[in-house]
């Protein structure tokens, strides 16, 4: 019985959580037909352990930037540092970043600021940006309705739980909405409905791990293989069987990530 296949496409797999297991991980992932992982690095100084992973496991790849609740205390990185990134064959991605006013809101202007820097070394490489948005929808939808208007990029809205609004300005824009265990929770209809809103094609699953396991994991440390669970309430938002909703994933996933897509191994 062929499993069908599908793509962590946001993970963390250098946290700590997860230390002397990536091996075990990652093989219960393929296992699950999870058969690609892109895991983020969310500070710049963890880029040599990120990149690291990518390079010793096959089905893993890379995306790297300074996440808005680090933004104030770290280093404001550069265009020409996420830039040069590019030039390895498996950094796939410029993130995540984006605005984080729930527990950080005393740093909007920093992370308005670091936002913007991602935005144009996304539109110099041409690889997806991954947003990061919580408790800021209205700036949100702003800064990058007016940054598009200045020079389009491609985006994933990563680990989806904002408003409908922010979800329309993001399907206007042609952006991706990323589905995560929060989707799959009993009390998320909300959010389940925000997706079913949205064209299907614009869809990607991802787990967020180590955080939000999807039921039936809940409470417990997730991880990639778990990717599989989210899409099956995905599969059901959509009315889809499990098989297609996964292949309309894939798709969505190779269309967005090109360069995962494309990739032929290290040379």
């Known amino acids: 019985m062929n499993i069908p296949q599908i793509t962590d496409s946001h993970c963390h797999l250098d946290f700590p959580d997860f230390e002397g297991e990536l091996d075990a991980v990652i093989e219960r992932a393929q296992a699950a037909g999870v058969t690609r992982m892109v895991s983020i690095c969310t500070k710049m100084k963890n880029l040599t352990q990120v990149q690291k992973i990518a390079e010793e496991h096959a089905p893993v790849f890379f995306a790297a930037a300074t996440h808005p ?7 404001m990185v550069t265009v020409d540092e996420l830039v040069a990134l590019a030039a390895h064959p ?26 913007l820097v991602h935005i144009e070394a996304a539109r ?5 940006l991954i947003i990061h948005s919580r408790d800021a929808d209205e700036d949100m ?10 020079g389009a990029f491609d985006c994933i809205m990563h680990c989806f739980s904002s408003g409908a609004d922010l979800a329309r300005t993001a399907i206007d ?3 991706y909405l990323s589905m995560s265990g929060i989707a799959a929770f009993p009390r998320s209809q909300e ?12 869809i990607l699953v991802e787990t967020d791990a180590p955080y939000l396991a999807p039921p039936p994991f809940r409470g417990k440390r997730n991880e990639p293989a778990y990717t599989a669970h989210t899409a099956k309430v ?9 098989e297609d909703f996964a292949a309309q994933t894939q798709a969505n996933f190779d269309r967005v990530f090109q360069k995962a897509a494309q990739y032929e191994g290290l040379a």
Request: net charge negative.
């Open 69 to 75: 609740m680090s933004a104030a205390d770290e280093p």
């Open 90 to 115: 498996k950094f796939v991605g410029i993130g995540e970043t984006g605005l984080d006013y729930h527990y950080t809101a005393d740093s909007k202007a920093v992370q308005q600021e670091s936002l």
């Open 124 to 128: 110099q490489t041409g690889l997806p």
């Open 141 to 150: 939808a702003r800064m990058l309705t007016d940054a598009h208007k200045a």
């Open 173 to 175: 824009l042609e952006f």
């Open 191 to 202: 959010v389940r409905d925000i997706f079913a809103a949205a064209p299907v094609d614009r």
């Open 234 to 242: 995905g599969a059901e938002v959509f009315g889809l069987s499990y």
